[in-house]
């Protein structure tokens, strides 16, 4: 165990062990981990202001509660006045960066108006405020302009690098093609953003080796930053006929700890986010991620009315909080937790600048 714990490459193999392990073991994973995020990315936690700004979306994701074939749910579709009113909030209170979030859209206007917004955020906060898209997949003649206008961080999860289970989890149509995934993966690398993917832990048919592989596509595409955590059904999806087949929520939640250990163990420089489903399940969720590999917080600053809305799955947490109190409480959950705020910082990603260096 300690001798595969000390190197510092992994095989399929081992990294399916890893991410099998309880009790003793698996403590001895979580620990070197830390160790490991001390030693490369340090205690700074970096936060990134989230507005999910429109939950309408052309795709059907078999998971999603937002999918179009969702009649339950309010659409909704924030003003720009309003998307600037967040960005401002986060400016004025030093959070560093936005990540702005839709569903995927891919018309001109929706286009025209990314862009726009974009132009608008780094108006409004002097340049200072860092961008991160997460808009789905686009051409690269979008991406470019994105880039251009500002974004500097792209989002876009993979969520199966199996193509079998991509497959059972999205509709086997043109619309949601695996390799056309792949592809925009690339268009952002040659774009020329720090790029970020992910997955979803705990999938129906989903295995350790599943999950192996999804680390090892993380290394081969040499991504910058992840955002990953725990799948949760949504009872208005198709997927949710396979609840019987799930672990449990809890053992769900430690295997995403788990995967985000390894993930700092086999690419220690990137950034990892701790993301909101890790706390849906354990209200201490994000910040124990951040105790064993996670440096990036995302502060949800989605105006109120709409955040009931956006909801990929059940349980989601922080409904009902304003921007100021959500900011408060994980302030003092970070203090708790050891952590260091860089607050006004960018906090980008280490690995994008040795990547950059070596090209
Ligand atoms: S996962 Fe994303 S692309 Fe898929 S349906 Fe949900 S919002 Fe749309």
Redesign the pocket.
Known sequence: MEKILNKEDFNREELAYLLSLHGEGRKLLLNKAAEVKKMTVGNKVYFRGLIEFS?I?????L??????SNKTIARYNASDEEILESCRFAWENRFGSVVLQ???LSSPAFIKRVDHLLKEIKKLSNGELGITLCC??QSKETYAMWRESGAHRYLL?I?SSNPDLYYKI?PDNDL?SFEKRVEALNFLKETGYQVGTGVMIGLPFQTYDDLAGDLLFFKSIDMDMCGMGPYIEHEDTPLYKYRDQLKTKQERFELSLNMIACLRLLMPDINIAATTALQAIDPLGREKALTVGANVIMPNLTPCVYRQEYR?YEGKPCLDEDAELCRNCLEARLELAGSEIGYGEWGDSKHYFQRTKKA
């Open positions: 939950n979306c052309s795709k059907d994701c998971y999603c509660g937002i999918r179009s839709s569903g995927e789905g997949e999860r969520e999205h949601h990929l």
